[in-house]
Every structure is written in structure tokens, then in C-alpha cells.
């Protein structure tokens, strides 16, 4: 059973940085997609990156404009993603998510499996 643990969320002033992991277990991985994914308090869950866990190909939202960076490790069966130069409007819980095809979707419904989320706060 694939299981995905987020962390690395927490507290923050508008202007830092910080940067979530997902710890990935249970299967290998390597035609697999992985992908963030947040959810603002009374929002739709939105995607936010993606990447290609065997090539290390990179897909991105629009609004993420730079400050957002994906990447994996596959040492150590984890994905990160960067953010920079955090916005209050970054607020939000922020999920991981697998998808067993090497497919980079925006779409929610195409992922198989999903994190717990961690909460990202950003005070102004």
C-alpha cells in the first residue's frame, strides 16, 4: 500500500521560505507521478507542481511564478517542494500526491494516492 507523509509545514512570515517533504513508501516508484497539491480554507483543492519521478520532468501552475520549486530524491523515496518568497496568500494545507502513470496532471482526479496535508501559515 503506497503511503505518502508530508511535513516541513508550519508558521511563517510573508518573505520566507520553506520547504515540504513527502516521504513515499510502499511500492517503487519509478513510473510514477508525484504532485502538490493545496487547499486554502473554503477553496477548491488546486494543483500546484508535478514531477516525473523517474526523469525528473517538471510541470507547474501559472501562479507559481518562479517561487515554487519541485524535486525529488529517489535515494530517499521523497519529494520536496520549495517555496520562496511566501505570500499570505500561500496560506493553505498543502498536499502530496501519487499517480501510478508517468503522466504530469493538473487535475486531482487523475492521482491514486494522497498525503495527510501539512499546513503552510503565512502571517503579513
Known amino acids: 500500500q503506497v503511503q505518502l507523509v508530508e511535513s516541513g509545514g508550519g508558521l511563517v512570515q510573508a518573505g520566507d521560505s520553506l520547504r515540504l517533504s513527502c516521504a513515499a513508501s510502499?511500492?517503487?516508484?519509478?513510473?510514477?507521478?508525484m504532485a502538490w497539491f493545496r487547499q486554502a480554507p473554503g477553496k477548491e483543492r488546486e494543483f500546484v507542481a508535478a514531477?516525473?519521478?523517474?526523469?525528473?520532468?517538471?510541470r507547474y501552475t501559472d501562479f507559481v511564478k518562479g517561487r515554487f520549486t519541485i524535486s525529488r530524491d529517489t535515494t530517499k523515496n521523497t519529494v520536496y517542494l520549495r517555496i520562496d518568497s511566501l505570500k499570505p496568500e500561500d496560506t493553505a494545507v498543502y498536499y502530496c500526491?501519487?499517480?501510478?502513470?508517468?503522466?504530469?496532471?493538473?487535475?486531482?482526479?487523475?492521482?491514486?494516492?494522497w498525503g495527510q496535508g501539512t499546513q503552510v501559515t503565512v502571517s503579513s
Open positions: 514531477i516525473n519521478w523517474s526523469g525528473g520532468v517538471t
Open positions: 510502499g511500492r517503487t516508484f519509478n513510473n510514477y507521478a
Open positions: 500526491a501519487a499517480r501510478g502513470a508517468p503522466i504530469l496532471s493538473p487535475s486531482k482526479w487523475d492521482y491514486d494516492y
